[in-house]
């Protein structure tokens, strides 16, 4: 049985969740008709028991692939920082560095000092900054960057990690 990296049965698990979806809608439709009473029912080129098997076949490979896949993503590991991390935190760790990023940007933009709104007359209000926006937006930047970098490395092991699933019926 000829092997797929794991890079690429992420990219298959997507094309069959798909074709469930599609087969799912196909039984939809072979399932009834609509024919003038005393009509002979016209013969179908599916019936619904061949979408069935069809079915369930996807369905099988999917968990197939699906465990394999999860175990590929917690017995491997990738080095980053000094740490070494399976690929399922690695993932984890590249979505909270993205996270973090973003909402270090945010305080990256802020003003140090601004004059909000105010409802009341003759009380002017101030909302200051604790923090060093210069400092929050470098920081931020520089999270992402590690975040790029662990995110490659992640596709890099991905391509190197080969799984036992035949690929033929679908690529």
Do not use: W
Not at 18 to 31: G, N, P, Q, T
Not at 112 to 121: G, I, W
């Amino acid at each position: 049985m000829p092997n797929i990296s794991l890079a690429e049965a992420v990219k298959l698990k997507s094309l069959l969740s798909k074709r469930i979806h599609e087969l799912e809608e196909e039984m939809d439709r072979v399932a009834f008709i609509e024919i003038e009473k005393g009509s002979k029912v016209p013969k179908q080129v599916r019936t619904l028991t061949d979408v069935e098997l069809d079915l369930e076949e996807v369905r099988k490979d999917f968990r197939l692939l699906d465990k394999l896949m999860y175990k590929a993503n917690i017995e491997n590991e990738i080095a980053f920082n000094d740490q070494l991390f399976t690929i399922v935190e690695a993932i984890e760790l590249a979505t909270q560095l993205r996270a973090k990023a973003r909402k270090y940007k945010v305080y990256g933009t802020a003003p140090k000092e601004e004059f909000p709104y105010s409802y009341c007359e003759g009380v002017s209000l101030l909302k200051v900054a604790m923090f060093d926006p210069e400092m929050y937006r470098l920081q931020g930047l520089e999270i992402e960057r590690q975040a790029n970098r662990l995110s490659n490395l992640i596709n890099a092991k991905n391509y190197s990690i080969e799984l036992n699933f035949d690929s033929e019926k679908y690529f």
